[in-house]
Structures are given as structure tokens and as C-alpha cells.
């Protein structure tokens, strides 16, 4: 008896692994890449800009007629830094600049006590603190953005030496910017700024106390480097 139950035991056994030999494979189990990490917005950041700014000048006198308005323009280069936070697809960040720029124009108008001499306009450097607020789509940046200006504002008529202020104006503008690498974004942006007035006097403009007015319009380009890598 007990041999016949080892026989069988041995008969289990050998079907078993046949039966099992029969059976299909298991396949390995598929590979799954991580997700992609969502960029984040969220950030301090150092960057460069540079573009091209024209806009409208006036010179005007008591007494006299005005210039009426007449063309500045010019190109600008400078430095950007700034920082943002992310809530959800909102971002609010605060921003400022300084920028050298090569701004002039001229009216050969005999209004505004500039005789026969040029009416000259120009600003050599130009700064702003503006915030910012907008939406994200992953690493596409949508923004408006609005603040204060400051300005170098020179007059002069003719070969009179330039008078020079430092305005403070307003600012507004948008723009889009992308994060084309983990840690750099690239943006391209509008801005207006009116810089309001300075006063010119006879050593300067060659006539009675002349308002000079200033606005520029500002279209750049810009490179930044975030810190922090996509988790922050």
C-alpha cells in the first residue's frame, strides 16, 4: 500500500509539471516613463533685455506756438530682475529694470522759443518696477504688467548744452514668455511709458521757460535664469 501511494504521489507530480509546461508564459510587465514634471513659475530670477523704443517729444512756451509732437526713437540694452509665485495656472510676480538707451529726435520748428535753431530731444537710460500678473499654460506665460518709470530727460536748442532731469513717469504693457530649458525662460514684451515734463530754461533752449514732454514706446526681448529647478 505504501508503495502504491509514493507511485501516485511520483504520477501527481510529473502531470503537474506538464500540465504547467503546457500553460502560456507570463509576459514582463510594461515599461511606464515617469510623468514629465510641471514647470513652475514660482521664483527668483536674473536676466538681460534689450529692444528698440520711438516715441513723441513737445516742446512748449508761453506765448509761443508749440513744436506739436515729434518722433524720438532709438535702441535700449540693460539688465532684469525679478520674482514670481504660482497659485494654480495664476502667477503674480514683481519685476524691475535698467536699461542704457540711446533715445533722440528733433524738430526744426521755429515754435517754443527755439528760433532757428533745432528743438532737441534725448534720454540716454531708463528704468521701471513694475508688477506683474498672469496665466500659465505649463511653460507658456501670458502677462500683463504695469508700474513706475524713471528716465533721463535731456533738452536742448541747437548747440545750447543739454539740460538733464531725472522724470518719473508710469509704465504698462504685456508680453508671453516661454521656459524653453528647466531653469530659462525667454520673453518678448510692449511697453508704454509717459514720462511726463521738465522745464528747459534760456541756458539750455534758448528762450523763455519751455515744457518738454516725453513718451516711449518700448518693444524688447529678453533672456532670464530662474533659480530653483522645476519643483519649486
Known sequence: ????????????????????????????????????????WTGVYLGVNGGYAF????????????????????GLIGGTVGANYQWGAF?????????????????????AGCGTFACQTQSDWLATVRGRAGYAFDRI????TGGVAFADLQ??????????TTQVGWTAGAG???????????????????????TCYFANCGGPPTTVSLTENMIRAGVNFKFGGWGW
Open 155 to 164: 533738452a536742448a536748442a541747437g548747440a545750447f548744452p543739454f539740460s538733464s
Open 91 to 111: 502667477v503674480l510676480g514683481i519685476e524691475a529694470d535698467a536699461d542704457w538707451q540711446n533715445l533722440n529726435g528733433s524738430s526744426s520748428s521755429f515754435a
Open 141 to 144: 506665460l501670458i502677462y500683463g
Open 176 to 198: 508671453i514668455e516661454w521656459a524653453f530649458l528647466p531653469n530659462w525662460t525667454a520673453k518678448v514684451e510692449y511697453l508704454y511709458a509717459d514720462l511726463g515734463n521738465q
Open 55 to 74: 516715441g513723441d517729444s513737445n516742446w512748449s512756451a508761453p506765448g509761443l506756438s508749440s513744436t506739436g509732437n515729434f518722433s524720438t526713437d532709438g
Open 1 to 40: 500500500m505504501k508503495r502504491i501511494f509514493i507511485a501516485a504521489a511520483i504520477a501527481l507530480a510529473a502531470g503537474g509539471q506538464a500540465l504547467a509546461a503546457d500553460l502560456p508564459q507570463p509576459y514582463p510587465a510594461p515599461y511606464i516613463p515617469p510623468p514629465v514634471p510641471v514647470f513652475s
